[in-house]
């Protein structure tokens, strides 16, 4: 119904920047809230931010101030713009958004299938 795709992982080192991408695609009739959580090995999956489709914003405790989140409604995409990157940030990181499909009724959440980010030392 609806499928969102993450890019701009890789490998960054300690201090760096990176700017990841999710774009949504499919049935859509309206986005809603969109965001990122990561997860890194054997620790579960945590906030990093989200927006509102008006462009209120929340982050998560330990990125706040080195994070910055945005997004396009008309290209349906979210962006995370990550500064001042630590070791500790390494993590799958995921998009994740609320939607309404013309395929079903009511609001649903989605997933992405994650993207890598690697902060060396």
């Known amino acids: 119904q609806v499928q969102l795709v993450e890019s701009g992982g890789g490998l960054v080192q300690a201090g760096g920047s990176l700017r990841l991408s999710c774009a949504a695609s499919?049935?859509?009739?309206?986005?809603?809230?969109m965001g990122w959580y990561r997860q890194a090995s054997e620790k579960q999956r945590e906030l990093v931010a989200v927006?509102?489709?008006?462009?209120?914003?929340k982050f998560g405790d330990s990125v706040k101030g080195r994070v910055t989140i945005s997004r396009d409604n008309a290209k349906n995409t979210v962006y995370l713009e990550m500064n001042s990157l630590k070791p500790e940030d390494t993590a799958v990181y995921y998009c994740?958004?609320?939607?309404?499909?013309?395929?079903?009724?009511?609001?649903?959440?989605?997933w992405g299938q994650g993207t890598q980010v690697t902060v060396s030392s």
């Open positions: 994740n958004a609320y939607a309404n499909s013309w395929l079903s009724s009511g609001e649903h959440e989605y």
């Open positions: 499919g049935s859509i009739f309206r986005i809603n809230d």
């Open positions: 927006i509102t489709r008006g462009g209120s914003d």
